[in-house]
């Protein structure tokens, strides 16, 4: 397994529950989200593939035959939070993933596979693993 | 072949689409038609009043008829008929020659001569320009007397009412209602009910003048009495129309009616008659469903082939009124032929009678007034000769609490039992068309086999067949939300208020499975907020919302959100402007006048919605719900206060509704409207509840729709006082509340709703369900819970802390969020 590289976002208390929010990592944004129903959490990308929108962290939770979903709010296109595929629209492509770990209280997101120069004066404390 | 057909009217017009559907190769097919129009559908005449156009009531379109090669004359009525040179000739003066001539002319209104039938205010009932007429002068008219307690006569009281006449009589002739249709006893059920509608019904009656100068003022009658009157329908029964027929020498009854024999044919071997014109076995009949198989007989000869008309089972199922009435089989046999069980309910306005032989084992016929749901079931056991349980009491009084049966009745119905008479239907056409065309709703079944397109009474059964026939397929039919709940919105509604559920999580974890989803999750917070009106951003909640309930705003292109503030119907003060404006310049806010007399202003960023609203809420304004399945807007005319024609102040009432109703969460949105009168400039009739101003209060419509398939609201009560008004409307905004599925809007809901405008009248003005009050009390509950959203969010830090892009840079907005310039505005971005 290639290395990984721990972002940390916030900690579990500011999170709402079975939703998402929008992370700021460079000039990346990221969709956390607590699936508190499932006592899960996942992370995507927060751009949605189908119109451009940078809108998955306003979407709703939900799952289909098991599988954990978040639904755009803009046209209801649903993605898997385990692989990415888009549920319900085979032509519409697919959304990058990102592993999620809590310690402490405290919620890091994997950013490893993220191509991003941190900026200037981001702490390195932030890193953590 | 040339064929030409006198008379478009209903079964004229079921004669052409019959002979075409033959194909017989080199048809010339013309039809001369007297009335300007094209056939309509008369009968649901009464419906024009209740907001139907000539349009909806058309059968086919003139273009239809043009398509199909047909030549269509109407206006044109024929003149002529010369048999020995086989041709006709048109009041025009159009001469053309036939092969085969049906005569499809129909019947007037029967006209009984009664001294000043003459006089101005009385008409008969039954074309649409005698409806036109009789609008004209309902709308002066306090008082009205239908002439004839048949069916068309109860239709033509039901148009009074409709009409906005409060006193409505009706005369008959015979000692009961209906005579030819229900019993004495049946006929007593009936005028009670009628009496509840304010129908005054007066039997063994005979008028024997019409009072007044040259406009109608009373009637007397042969016992003495009199009864003033402002205008007079007669609808006394109907006269065959055979002068041409009898001037070209055809055989026509001594009381009227072109003889035919088994084939329709007349002593004119290539002449034909159909329908209300002809008199077969020295019998009119005056119902729809016999003329079109009358129709199918002919047109099945023409084609070549064999068929002929056995006579017609008179059994009908109607809804007077909103009162269910039906007869089946022989409804008055008695004596040593036959046994009688009679239920009767005068509480609830209930009669049932059933005959059956005397050795219990066949249905012979029977009556039902009030509660007609068995008739179906019944009306195939007689027909079908099909055995009797062994208690035939069972049939009526079980009928009631075997919702659960009714589907399983038509298991044991024969396969070419006939379903809908009116198309000639039958049950294993029904079953075909789900197994091998793949309909699995009544809709799709209506257009593949055109079964309960004509009266429609059968419309239930064709439904239990198919429900039945998707079962016996494995298909799941159950009404449900989706795979998480296997309840209807109905269900769930009465389940989570049963057992008091307040969140997303508990509704799903008590009566759910699975996770949720984008489908549930809306419809259950819809459900938790109608019946709660909790805070919606509470943290448990504001998740399950959709993405404009979660953030109070909708979201546009690019990911801002707009934000409308409410102006209650439209009223607003120069310093409110002013706000709005300065508020839309500091936060450069494109701003537009909406359709319900509103301000939205779009391109706000998440960030900024609770600094926008703190502004707006300390000027005054409040949310204006444009993001929710809630009231939007009562919008009104600007009423009596300023206008000259105006009857009351419907500003002030628009107000006081939008108030009382804002931020009511419900299946779908809500939009209201208020006139001032009857020029009706609110565009009230457009609206899920509009209120027109009268002379003596406000007409409520109900359930109208703009969008994509527009459709007109409905008359549900007339002339209420402002209390009242709001009364109906809580009861009429709650039963939708409880009983519609989610996202369906209250024209789609009456649409699905069996017994229509009728049935809803029935719960909401007569209170037939009993729920009124209940429906009053758990409205004033959400009117006295209600809560400014925005308000909570603003003065709330840790609400506040959710309107934010980033959760770990809450300062900064999205950066990808991009305008362009249009006409000195921003707009968002395209994509």
Redesign the interface.
């Known amino acids: 397994m290639s290395s990984q590289n721990w972002f940390h ?2 900690s579990v208390q ?11 990592y460079g ?1 990346h ?1 990221i969709a ?1 989200y607590y ?4 006592n899960e959490w996942y992370a995507s990308q927060n751009l949605c593939p189908h ?5 998955l962290s ?9 599988e ?2 978040v ?1 755009c ?2 046209h ?1 296109k ?1 993605f898997s939070l385990k692989d990415g595929h888009c549920l319900n629209d085979e032509t519409c492509g697919s959304i990058a993933v990102y592993e999620v770990r809590v310690k402490d209280g405290q919620v890091y997101i994997d950013v490893s596979d993220i191509e991003q120069e941190v900026p200037a004066g981001e702490p390195a404390s932030n890193m953590c693993s | 072949m040339k064929v030409v057909v006198i008379g478009n009217g209903m079964v004229g017009q079921k004669f052409c689409e019959k002979l075409l559907s033959k194909g017989i190769p080199d048809l010339q097919l013309t039809v001369f038609g007297e009335e300007t129009l094209a056939a309509y559908d008369r009968v649901h005449l009464s419906s024009y009043f209740a907001g139907k156009t000539v349009e909806d009531l058309t059968l086919q379109p003139v273009k239809w008829y043009e398509e199909n090669g047909i030549d269509l004359r109407l206006g044109d009525p024929v003149q002529e008929v010369d048999r020995l040179k086989k041709t006709v000739t048109s009041f025009e003066g159009l001469t053309i020659s036939y092969d085969y001539l049906v005569f499809a002319t129909g019947s007037a209104a029967f006209v009984p001569p009664i001294p000043g039938v003459d006089k101005h205010g009385v008409f008969v009932y039954r074309t649409i320009e005698d409806l036109n007429m009789i609008w004209r002068h309902a709308a002066t008219a306090k008082t009205a007397v239908v002439i004839g307690g048949g069916l068309l006569g109860l239709e033509a009281a039901k148009a009074c009412l409709d009409l906005g006449i409060k006193d409505t009589h009706v005369i008959e002739f015979a000692p009961r209602l209906m005579p030819r249709q229900i019993d004495e006893a049946g006929s007593e059920i009936l005028i009670q009910k009628l009496k509840e509608l304010d129908i005054t019904t007066h039997t063994g009656k005979n008028t024997a003048a019409i009072l007044g100068n040259e406009t109608i003022k009373g009637m007397i009658f042969t016992d003495g009495t009199i009864l003033s009157t402002d205008m007079l329908v007669i609808s006394a029964g109907i006269k065959p129309r055979d002068e041409l027929a009898r001037a070209c020498g055809l055989t026509v009854g001594p009381r009227g009616g072109i003889v035919v024999n088994d084939h329709m044919t007349t002593n004119d071997e290539h002449i034909f008659a159909i329908g209300e014109c002809a008199l077969h076995n020295s019998m009119i009949y005056g119902l729809v469903a016999p003329g079109y198989e009358m129709a199918d007989v002919v047109a099945t000869q023409l084609a070549g082939a064999a068929k002929q008309f056995p006579g017609f089972d008179m059994s009908t199922k109607l809804k007077l009124i909103g009162i269910d009435v039906a007869s089946f089989g022989d409804p008055f046999i008695s004596g040593d032929e036959a046994r009688t069980i009679v239920f009767r309910d005068n509480h609830r306005g209930i009669y049932k009678r059933i005959n059956f032989s005397n050795d219990g084992k066949e249905l012979l016929g029977g009556v039902l007034v009030g509660d007609a749901e068995a008739y179906n079931m019944l009306l195939q056991i007689c027909k079908n000769k099909m055995a009797l349980p062994p208690d035939p009491m069972d049939l009526i009084i079980k009928a009631k609490e075997g919702g659960a049966d009714a589907g399983a009745g038509v298991v044991a119905l024969p396969d070419d039992a006939l379903i809908c008479s009116c198309e000639g239907v039958t049950k294993l056409d029904i079953c075909k068309a789900v197994t091998g065309q793949g309909c699995e709703t009544v809709d799709a079944i209506k257009k593949c086999t055109k079964a309960a397109t004509g009266c429609g009474g059968c419309a239930p059964m064709v439904k239990d067949i198919m429900v039945h026939t998707m079962k016996q397929q494995g298909k799941l039919v159950r009404n449900v939300l989706c ?2 709940f296997s309840y209807s919105r109905q269900e769930l509604y009465d389940l989570v208020k049963l057992k008091n559920l307040h969140s ?2 508990e509704v ?1 974890d008590t009566l759910g499975e ?5 489908t ?3 419809a259950v917070s819809s459900v938790l907020a109608s019946l709660w009106n909790e805070l919606i951003v509470k ?2 909640s ?3 919302q ?3 309930d ?2 109070l705003a909708n ?1 546009q ?3 801002t959100y707009s934000v409308v503030p409410r102006i209650p119907g439209g009223e607003i003060t120069p310093d409110k402007l002013l706000v709005i404006a300065q508020v839309a310049k500091k936060y450069n806010l494109y701003t537009k006048i909406t359709g319900g007399q509103r301000i939205d202003m779009f391109g706000a960023h998440l960030n900024d919605l609770p600094s926008i609203w703190e502004e707006l809420i300390e000027a005054g304004f409040e949310s204006g719900h444009a993001y929710g399945k809630s009231l939007r807007t009562v919008k009104s005319c600007v009423g009596s206060t300023w206008c000259r024609f105006g009857l009351h102040d419907s500003v002030s009432y628009a107000i006081r509704i939008e108030e009382r109703y804002r931020g009511l969460r419900s299946p779908h949105k809500l939009k209201s409207a208020v006139s001032g009168c009857i020029r009706e400039c609110a565009e009230a009739q457009s609206k899920d509840f509009g209120i027109i101003a009268t002379e003596k209060g406000w007409n409520l419509y109900v359930c109208g729709n703009g969008g994509s398939k527009p459709q007109h609201a409905l008359l549900l009560a007339t002339d209420l006082d402002s209390e009242t008004c709001i009364q109906y409307i809580d009861r009429f905004l709650m039963f939708y509340i409880k009983t519609a599925d989610p996202l369906t809007r209250t024209a789609t809901w009456l649409n699905k709703m069996e017994g229509g405008i009728d049935y809803l009248r029935n719960v909401v003005v007569h209170d037939s369900l009993g729920i009124g009050a209940e429906l009053e009390r758990e409205m004033q509950l959400l009117v006295d819970a209600y809560q400014c959203e925005w308000k909570n969010v603003v003065e709330t830090p840790e609400l506040r802390s ?1 309107f934010t ?5 809450p300062k ?1 907005k ?4 991009q305008f362009e310039t249009m006409r000195d505005q921003k707009k968002a971005a395209t ?1």
């Open positions: 976002v916030c500011d999170m709402p529950h079975n939703g998402g929010v929008c992370v700021k000039d944004q956390l699936f508190t129903h499932r119109k451009q929108q940078m809108a306003r979407g709703m939770l939900g799952s289909q035959q098991g954990p979903k639904a709010p803009f209801k649903t | 795979e998480h997303f999580d799903l699975g996770d949720g989803c984008e549930c999750r809306p943290k448990e504001a998740t399950s959709d993405t404009n979660r953030f979201i292109k690019g990911g959710q892009h980033f959760i770990n840079a900064e999205d950066p990808t969020v994509w």
